[in-house]
């Protein structure tokens, strides 16, 4: 689903998009379709292989992918006191009126 979307993007945006250069190759998103196909088949031979190949990919999932937020620039977004929540002050505003 992730991925459709990315593409509806990039076309939307065109070949010199931004998302397009930050995605990359996304080796991750191609690679995790075709490890739960190996999974499946491995399923019937072994149910350990097939559990640690989802394992395996659940894993990856878990590391969070910074591509997009390299791209755009962290310098450009500020972070706010309290983790983020609404209507917080960003780090150096001014609180001495």
């Known amino acids: 689903m992730k991925w459709i979307l990315q593409q509806l993007i990039i076309a939307s945006q065109g070949r010199d998009s931004l998302l397009k250069k930050a995605v990359g190759v996304d080796w991750k998103g191609k690679a995790s379709p075709f490890l739960y196909l190996i999974a499946i088949a491995a399923a019937f031979w072994s149910q350990w292989i097939s559990l640690a190949i989802y394992v395996r990919v659940a ?26 929540t609404a209507g917080a002050a960003p780090v150096n505003a001014n609180l001495t009126s």
């Not at 992918?65 to 310098?75: F, Q, T, V």
């Open 59 to 84: 894993l990856v999932w878990l590391v969070p992918d910074r591509r997009i937020e390299n791209a755009l620039g962290s310098n450009k977004t500020q972070p706010f006191v309290g983790g983020g």
